[in-house]
């Protein structure tokens, strides 16, 4: 089983709703990342936050807001998302920033369906 | 930026054979080249990873070479086994400008299925 864990597994939305999407990880690691994956593609980077602050933003539309609110946890908040949104929303974590080529561990993922 | 390709995109051997999996990638700065197994409906796990200073590297059934002057890497599983059957990707580190990061870029995947 995976060290990083997301919730929900599933979601499904309209395109007015607000929802969450919720990482957690006890590893005592200071990196967290938010991944997309579209069927059959690889990860895309979204957002990185090292030591709790907002390190690299891959130009992601507003409609998706990262959150960080401490070491363990990371949040994504999503606001009238379209349907191409639909998506598997990957967390991951790793023992500091990048820049020195540390493993990441992934989550399972969130599903994400918008209606 | 880098570009990592990965070759074949599906494979499907026999129960006991072996399968390679090749990725390269195209940036000299490149120094760090995991490979994740992603089962379905799970995220990707790391399974080997490899850095630049190093040639090969083995974890039981699962090995990787790293050719830096080619710049090439596989992955070579022997003696699959059914649960080997997953999309693995390679992924080489890049140095990334914003805030002084590397980021991993991916290669598109493979499928290996592995017959009974």
């Known amino acids: 089983d995976t060290e990083v864990t997301q919730t929900p597994k599933h979601l499904v939305m309209g395109m007015t709703n607000k929802k969450s999407l919720k990482c957690e990880q006890h590893?005592?690691?200071?990196?967290m990342y938010w991944y997309k994956q579209k069927a059959k593609k690889p990860p895309e980077l979204m957002f990185v936050y090292s030591y709790e602050k907002l390190s690299i933003n891959e130009s992601v539309p507003s409609r998706f807001s990262p959150e960080c609110p401490n070491s363990s946890l990371l949040n994504l908040h999503l606001h009238a998302l379209q349907p191409e949104d639909s998506a598997l929303y990957l967390c991951a974590s790793s023992q500091d920033r990048w820049d020195r080529s540390i493993p990441l561990h992934f989550g399972n993922g969130t599903r994400l369906t918008v209606t | 930026g880098e570009n990592v390709e990965q070759h074949p995109s599906t494979l499907s051997v026999q129960e006991g054979d072996s399968a390679v999996i090749k990725c390269t990638y195209s940036d000299s700065a490149s120094n760090y080249f995991p490979w994740y197994k992603q089962e379905l409906g799970k995220g990707p796990q790391l399974i080997i990873d490899?850095?630049?200073?190093?040639g090969e590297k083995k974890d039981q059934r699962i090995a990787v070479t790293l050719n830096k002057t080619a710049k090439h890497f596989s992955l070579h599983i022997t003696e699959t086994q059914p649960e080997d059957s997953a999309v693995y990707f390679c992924a080489a580190s890049w140095p990334y400008a914003q805030g002084g990061s590397e980021k991993l870029v991916f290669g598109k995947g493979t499928k290996l299925t592995v017959n009974p």
């Open positions: 590893m005592g690691h200071r990196a």
């Open positions: 490899i850095r630049s200073n190093v």
